[in-house]
């Protein structure tokens, strides 16, 4: 795993909060990324009662789950409050958009690595680009596959260490502070599934780039979905001037075609909790089919 300061929990909860009326305005590739996530499920034989949507925003996710889940009930949880209620403020709507009548649509604040959800609950744990902003993601997994039921699927996409290389490159050596966060890597992801016990885990990674006229335009995207440097080792003052003329001036080595990139590694997986094979007391679990 990396080296790399911590998150400051705390802080990760406040930057969003405060990013909350933004938020769905600046995810442009927060819902795109979502999108290929939803068609992963086309092809995935799964029929769940209740979803957990672990990370959830503003709950961009629930009309795609619910369309392909109908029967399914959701419960969005996100580490901001003021997340959670624009999720649950959007329920009325999301009944009217799609008819839905008698579903029931939950919104809870919550950490991932600690879930208000009773154990064996959920049929599926969907997980979409909030994982990166865990620090210990073997501890989100042992709550995830806590309360999954047996048999059910984890869902998830994050961001990998290539995620923003350019930026990192031009705060190289402008001072002795991170100012980008650190991405784990892809096969660090599946080692802690694998850890867990989670059955059968498929990983696979894309690049996915952004452009901007300056600088300054990629920060201000990041700063409206509430993605700004929150480890530990970030400078605890405001950037100065001079800081962010020297790193847009480094910035300005990777434009091409009159356009600065962005470049974000998206990591995609999935895995299932296994069946036990066994009772608690260590007894042998024997499945049993009716004759035809």
Not at 61 to 80: C, E, K, M, Q, Y
Not at 168 to 177: I, K, L, S, V, Y
Request: charged letters at 25%; a positive charge; aromatic letters at 8%.
């Amino acid at each position: 795993m990396s080296a790399d300061p911590d998150f400051d929990k705390r802080e990760v909860r406040r930057s969003f909060e405060r990013a909350a009326a933004t938020y769905d305005e600046g995810a442009v590739l927060q819902n795109e990324i979502c999108r290929r996530l939803l068609e992963r499920l086309d092809y995935i034989k799964l029929a769940p009662d209740w979803i957990i949507d672990a990370g959830s925003g503003t709950g961009n996710a629930v009309p795609g789950l619910l369309a392909r889940f109908p029967r399914a009930s959701v419960v969005t949880i996100d580490l901001a409050l003021a997340m959670a209620r624009r999720a649950r403020m959007r329920r009325a709507r999301w009944r009217r958009l799609l008819g839905w009548r008698g579903v029931r649509l939950v919104a809870a604040c919550g950490d991932i690595e600690q879930m208000p959800v009773a154990s064996g609950a959920a049929g599926l744990v969907w997980s979409n680009l909030a994982l990166q902003w865990v620090n210990r993601p073997q501890r989100a997994f042992a709550e995830i596959e806590r309360v999954l039921a047996p048999g059910g699927l984890l869902m998830f996409s994050s961001f990998g260490p290539d995620t923003l290389k350019e930026l990192r490159a031009a705060f190289q050596g402008a001072d002795r502070h991170t100012h980008v966060g650190r991405f784990i890597d892809m096969h660090d992801v599946g080692d802690a599934l694998i850890a867990q016990g989670f059955a059968d885990p498929v990983m696979d990674m894309e690049h996915v780039t952004l452009t901007y006229a300056t600088v300054r335009d990629l920060m201000r995207d990041l700063k409206c979905i509430g993605a700004r440097n929150l480890t530990r080792g970030r400078p605890m003052t405001l950037s100065g001037k001079s800081l962010m003329a020297k790193v847009a001036r480094a910035y300005e080595a990777f434009r091409k075609d009159g356009k600065l990139p962005a470049t974000f590694e998206v990591v995609y997986g999935h895995a299932w909790k296994p069946t036990p094979r066994v009772t608690a007391d260590g007894k042998p679990i024997i499945s049993l089919k009716p004759a035809r």
